[in-house]
């Protein structure tokens, strides 16, 4: 039994659940800090950025993975 490309995509598919819960905690955060004190907008959203650009980095490098592989 031959299950090369199935296999690779299914471990994707897992393997994104990390990053997806990872920006939901990250935007989650963020409205939080801003709703606390909305004076540190301008100082929290770049860190809310950047903390999305690495969680979503994660994530599209394990789809490269899962098609290298």
Not at 8 to 28: E, H, K, Q, R, T
Not at 36 to 62: D, K, S, T, Y
């Amino acid at each position: 039994m031959n299950m090369d490309g199935s296999l690779n995509l299914i471990g994707y598919g897992l393997s994104a659940i990390g990053p997806a819960i990872a920006v939901g905690l990250i935007f989650a955060a963020y409205i939080n800090g801003v709703a606390r004190q909305p004076e540190a907008r301008n100082l929290l959203q770049p860190i809310a950025i950047l903390g999305f650009a690495l969680a979503e980095a994660l994530a599209i490098f394990g789809l490269v993975l899962a098609f290298v592989l």
